[in-house]
T-cell receptor, first 114, second 110 residues
Framework: DSGVTQTPKHLITATGQRVTLRCSPR?????VYWYQQSLDQGLQFLIQ???????AKGNILERFSAQQFPDLHSELNLSSLELGDSALYFC?????????????FGPGTRLTVL | SQKIEQNSEALNIQEGKTATLTCNYT??????LQWYRQDPGRGPVFLLL?????KEKRKERLKVTFDTTLKQSLFHITASQPADSATYLC?????????FGTGTSLTVIP
């Protein structure tokens, strides 16, 4: 158990809908990262937040947004969902702001868009 | 953009042998490179980090090398066990993004 929690574990929704994925980092970690993992794309970095501020940005679509709250939990919002958004979404956390710090991954949220 | 390539084919080895996985990268000179293990349906687990000024790093049965001239890292598991069967990912960051390789699937046969 990495200490990172993600909810929900599974999410099934329809095209065009909007969903919110939630992540709680390990106690003491200030950075939260979001990743998307699909069979054809592998593990893709989406975005990093550090202590409430956006720190680094990857290949995150404009339909996706994230934020980190004062209690350090983070939410990833996915809107206007498409079939291709079906994937495993992982959250990770680390102590510092530097992106190459050891990252601790949560169990993931499996999103299925029908 | 950054490109990271790992052994595209699955690797099957006999228990007790040494597994060697390769990670090649282009278009960047990272100061750090990391290796993670991922089991099916689970999040990656951090294994090792090696810095550009470190040629080699060891942790128990794991050994990582980092050749910045060749732009390559090798990941070795000695005395492999069936429990080592998993997908192994290399990863590097450039300060603004974090990139993972596609991973190499390792199966250790008893």
């Amino acid at each position: 158990d990495s200490g990172v929690t993600q909810t929900p574990k599974h999410l099934i929704t329809a095209t065009g809908q909007r969903v919110t994925l939630r992540c709680s980092p390990r106690s003491g970690d200030l950075s939260v990262y979001w990743y998307q993992q699909s069979l054809d794309q592998g593990l893709q970095f989406l975005i990093q937040y550090y202590n409430g501020e956006e720190r680094a940005k990857g290949n995150i679509l404009e339909r996706f947004s994230a934020q980190q709250f004062p209690d350090l939990h983070s939410e990833l919002n996915l809107s206007s969902l498409e079939l291709g958004d079906s994937a495993l979404y992982f959250c990770a956390s680390s102590v510092g702001s530097v992106i190459h710090n050891e990252q601790f991954f949560g169990p993931g949220t499996r999103l299925t868009v029908l | 953009s950054q490109k990271i390539e790992q052994n595209s084919e699955a690797l099957n080895i006999q228990e007790g042998k040494t597994a060697t996985l390769t990670c090649n990268y282009t278009n960047y000179s990272p100061a750090y490179l990391q290796w993670y293990r991922q089991d099916p349906g689970r999040g990656p687990v951090f294994l090792l980090l090696i810095r550009e000024n470190e040629k080699e790093k060891r942790k128990e049965r794991l050994k990582v090398t980092f050749d910045t001239t060749l732009k390559q890292s090798l990941f070795h598991i000695t005395a492999s066990q069936p429990a080592d069967s998993a997908t192994y990912l290399c990863a590097l960051g450039d300060g603004n993004q974090f990139y993972f390789g596609t991973g190499t699937s390792l199966t250790v046969i008893p």
